[in-house]
């Protein structure tokens, strides 16, 4: 197809569209300029989209319009579903873009062989590789959010060495297709080993390692559209791709540093096996307080910091947790919120939900800052976060978080803990925050519990 | 190699490393819109997929253009559109810098 690049009219386009898509990841630095970005973004594909049809070796127009039309039918929904549906929809999307590339990739083989040269056969046996094992390994991860399949991590003995001989397997045909690009019977193995090896990568992650391994898929679609590019001569496809896959690296590596594990901790150390070793339970007694108590110490305070988790999305609470930051801040209290990097199931899933119950953005820190704040902080309240917070994670070596930073709530004057029961979190650890003297613990579903805070808050003064 | 690999390698080595400067600087605020439109963008994968359907090369080229060109005009659409509604919610304090 590197007739498209003989049209000098297509390549200005490209480079223009080229321009906007660095402008949009630039303006989208801040909240202020970001919608700007997405704007740019937007502008940028449909001149590279334009551009492209007036491509002249293009005999029909009737498939393209259909899969234009098609494509934007299903892409409507997917750009409306509930903000509590994001993370679902972003491995969903994954999914898609590296489906688009693995069918690109097989379509320019099957025309292709069996002259290609070993170069663009590399790349394009990196583009379906990538294609393919994303293609599963987000379909997967998109069903264990959505509940469809289950959530917690699936582990067997030789588990690793299973996954890692299938990879090899497909890389070491890969390297035959290299040498030989005209066995075309081996080629469909390309495609179905990587994607077993996608489905087998997700079976042992768990819901908390979610934020790392969506990143991680991001990447890979992003890398995998980068050798699409390769294989169709298209700096413009190079550039994209590249762009998206150091995005997606950037976010593991950030995931995967507030975890406090590698990346391959993360991919084939499921945490299922370092609960064997987990730390001894805490031990205590544990001080509970129902919502009317709990609230008569909130009016006391003059500073409240609210530590959400995984918790606050599965209730839906963020809009009542809202309504009790309002209730709060009327009575003038100072009223922020602890953002733990890997809080939720994907990077950033607190901050959207909590702006989509309007809560204003610069009410919202990182956890560097939070835990300077928390020393001075009269109640530090959470809800629904449990392994983010657990003490342990300082100075108990042998607990499985051990060195994993955390949000220091222990150091707030008072604690306050929404929490269903006393079951320990993802990681299977007690939490050994519930048993010390400063911490109550309000039993109960989040949203019920923050709504029963809001109807005291409110109730204590009559207009 | 050709000229053209080598000059290919050159805009991913460079592409990368301005990614990452870029990247770096966004806020982790919006970690999730930022994911959500590097899937819209990395869907540019469709002017290849357009390439290949319309050239009516061969009938398999052609459905598995379409497919390609389906898939990725859904991300397209679906990633700029939740892009723009997640940064719509985002909003300040009413009065500037909030109480402190």
Request: hydrophobic residues 50%; without cysteine; neutral net charge.
């Amino acid at each position: 197809m590197s007739g498209a690049l003989q049209d000098p009219i297509i390549e200005i386009a490209y480079i223009v569209a080229v321009t906007l898509f660095i402008l949009s990841l630039k303006w989208l630095s801040s909240p202020a300029t970001a919608r700007r970005g997405v704007q740019a973004g937007e502008v940028g594909m449909l001149i590279a989209i334009l551009a492209t049809l007036l491509y002249r070796g293009i005999v029909s127009y009737e498939w393209i319009i259909i899969g234009l039309v098609v494509g934007s039918l299903i892409g409507i929904p997917l750009g409306l579903v509930q903000m509590t549906a994001v993370p679902q929809r972003t491995a969903l999307s994954h999914a898609f873009g590296a489906f688009a590339t693995a069918l690109v990739g097989t379509a320019e083989f099957y025309l292709r062989t069996p002259s290609i040269s070993a170069f663009v056969m590399s790349a394009l046996a990196i583009e379906i590789i990538l294609g393919s094992l994303t293609f599963t390994a987000s379909l997967m991860a998109a069903g264990k959010l959505q509940e469809v399949l289950p959530q917690r991590p699936i582990t067997y003995k030789g588990q690793n060495i299973v996954n890692l001989g299938i990879l090899a397997l497909a890389i070491l045909i890969a390297i035959y297709l290299v040498n030989f690009p005209g066995a075309t019977w081996l080629f469909p193995l390309l495609i179905i080993i990587p994607m077993i090896f996608g489905v087998l990568l997700i079976v042992p992650i768990g819901g908390a390692d979610m934020p790392t391994v969506i990143s991680l898929l991001n990447s890979y679609a992003g890398l995998s559209a980068a050798a699409m590019g390769f294989v169709l001569k298209s700096k413009l496809l190079i550039v994209a791709g590249a762009l998206d896959g150091s995005s997606g690296f950037i976010l593991s590596v950030i995931m995967s540093r507030a975890m406090n594990r590698s990346f391959t901790n993360v991919l084939f150390g499921a945490f299922g096996q370092v609960q064997e070793s987990a730390a001894k339970a805490a031990e205590g007694t544990v001080r509970s307080a129902t919502p009317e108590e709990a609230a008569g110490i909130l009016e006391a305070a003059n500073s409240v910091m609210i530590v959400p988790g995984y918790g606050m999305a599965v209730a839906q609470a963020q809009h009542k947790v809202r309504e009790f930051y309002d209730a709060l801040t009327k009575r003038g209290i100072d009223v922020k919120f602890a953002i733990h990097p890997v809080a939720g199931r994907m990077p950033g899933h607190m901050n959207v939900l909590l702006a989509e119950a309007d809560v204003p953005y610069d009410r919202l820190i990182e956890m560097d800052d939070a835990n300077s704040d928390f020393p001075q902080v009269d109640v530090a309240l959470v809800i629904g976060a449990n392994d983010v917070t657990n003490p342990a994670a300082r100075h108990d070596k042998n607990s499985p978080i051990y060195g994993m930073p955390i949000l220091e709530v222990d150091k707030a004057r008072t604690v306050m803990v929404i929490k269903r029961g006393m079951s320990p979190g993802f990681a299977g650890i007690e939490n050994e925050l519930y048993y010390l003297d400063k911490t109550l613990m309000i039993f109960g579903d989040a949203k019920s519990v923050v709504g029963a805070l809001v109807r005291e808050l409110s109730g204590g003064h009559d207009h | 190699m050709t000229s053209e690999m080598l000059s290919n390698i050159y805009v991913l080595v460079l592409a990368a490393f301005l990614g990452f400067e870029v990247i770096k600087r966004v806020s982790p605020l919006l970690h999730t819109p930022l994911m959500s439109l590097t899937n819209a963008l990395d869907a540019i994968a469709v002017v290849g997929a357009i390439v290949i359907v319309g050239e009516r090369k061969s009938t398999l080229a052609t459905v598995l253009g379409t497919l390609a060109v389906i898939a990725a005009t859904s991300n397209v659409v679906g990633g700029f559109l939740i892009t723009d509604r997640m940064l719509r919610m985002f909003k300040t304090s009413p009065r500037t810098g909030g109480p402190k």
